[in-house]
T-cell receptor
Framework: DQQVKQNSPSLSVQEGRISILNCDYT??????FLWYKKYPAEGPTFLIS?????DKNEDGRFTVFLNKSAKHLSLHIVPSQPGDSAVYFC??????????FGQGTTLQVKP | DVKVTQSSRYLVKRTGEKVFLECVQD?????MFWYRQDPGLGLRLIYF???????EKGDIPEGYSVSREKKERFSLILESASTNQTSMYLC???????????FGPGTRLLVL
């Protein structure tokens, strides 16, 4: 039972354009959502998060949008840079602190 | 900066061997976690710990055990390694339960 799903295994965009990564969840009890970025042979690094009481959080080039009615989360990267090429994982938690991760989306930003 | 270190980057073991994976964090975090990452499955939680000598099962604990004798150290134990435990193992820690988890570099384990 996959409670957090990233339905696109991969995404390719041109440098300078917008990258949009999507994530869907099924558990309405999730109250905290995060995005992590992972390079090969490294551990995931935290990118940005959002609480369920908000619908948008922005940090520089990265913006996360939360649509609770649709149980949908998205990460926007504007403008995309070649260094953004990595695997992106969305994750969700309830107040236990346990994170449930999606399968990941591999982003390739072409120069 | 938070630093989470894992004892090995790469390990090769034989089926049936006992395997120890060590994780150390240097920021006095209360919570520590062990995940495995497999292609197409994302990260799956094996075990976690909210305090010294405490442990909780995650989503896939079968075939694994853990030990947390000191706050900074969390060990994952494969009692009898099997080929289906070939994977990337990731350790993480967080200060409190609802806070960001910080990950180590991972250990890629191959069981032959």
């Amino acid at each position: 039972d996959q409670q957090v799903k990233q339905n696109s295994p991969s995404l390719s965009v041109q440098e300078g354009r917008i990258s949009i990564l999507n994530c869907d969840y099924t558990n309405s009890m999730f109250d905290y959502f995060l995005w992590y970025k992972k390079y090969p042979a490294e551990g995931p690094t935290f990118l940005i998060s959002i609480s369920s009481i908000k619908d948008k959080n922005e940090d520089g080039r990265f913006t996360v949008f939360l649509n609770k009615s649709a149980k949908h989360l998205s990460l926007h990267i504007v403008p995309s840079q070649p260094g953004d090429s990595a695997v992106y994982f969305c994750a969700a938690s309830v107040n236990t602190g346990k994170l449930i991760f999606g399968q990941g989306t591999t982003l390739q930003v072409k120069p | 900066d938070v630093k989470v270190t894992q004892s090995s980057r790469y390990l090769v073991k034989r089926t049936g061997e006992k395997v120890f994976l060590e994780c150390v964090q240097d920021m006095d975090h209360e919570n520590m976690f062990w995940y495995r990452q497999d292609p197409g499955l994302g990260l799956r939680l094996i075990y976690f710990s909210y305090d010294v000598k405490m442990k909780e099962k995650g989503d896939i604990p079968e075939g694994y055990s853990v030990s947390r004798e000191k706050k900074e150290r969390f060990s994952l134990i494969l009692e009898s390694a099997s080929t289906n435990q070939t994977s990337m193992y990731l350790c993480a820690s967080s200060l409190r339960r609802q806070e960001t988890q910080y990950f180590g570099p991972g250990t890629r384990l191959l069981v032959l």
